[in-house]
């Protein structure tokens, strides 16, 4: 089994910073794309940013300039830098982690159970 536990969220004005974090944790060969989706009320989960095990990001056009991703591999953490947060960015963060369980098995999605972020003030 594999866990993913999400945590950072909060209240922020706008303006404001939050960083985000997400664990994942059970048996786990490798990560391939760790990444954060978001939902707000009424609206269809979307993409906020993602990153491979080797560097390589992709970042939403709504976000990018604000938010960074990072992650560490030995930890099997991603992070999420949200800077200059806006009223629009309030929503459910929920990290997702494509992973791969061991090495004769294929890939699998796992997702956090969602962190709150509101940006209000």
């Known amino acids: 089994q594999v866990q993913v536990v999400e945590s950072g969220g909060g209240l922020v004005q706008p303006g404001g910073s939050l960083r985000l974090s997400c664990a994942a944790s059970g048996i786990i060969f490798g990560i391939p794309i760790m990444g954060w989706y978001r939902q707000a009320p009424g609206k269809e989960r979307e993409l906020v940013a993602r990153i491979t095990s080797g560097g390589l990001t992709n970042i939403a056009d709504s976000v990018k300039g604000r938010f960074t991703i990072s992650r560490d591999n030995a930890k099997n953490t991603v992070y999420l830098q949200m800077n200059r947060l806006k009223p629009e960015d309030t929503a459910v963060y929920y990290c997702?982690?494509?992973?791969?369980?061991?090495?004769?098995?294929?890939?699998?999605?796992?997702w956090g159970q969602g962190t709150q972020v509101t940006v209000s003030s």
């Open positions: 997702n982690a494509r992973v791969v369980r061991t090495v004769v098995s294929g890939e699998s999605d796992y």
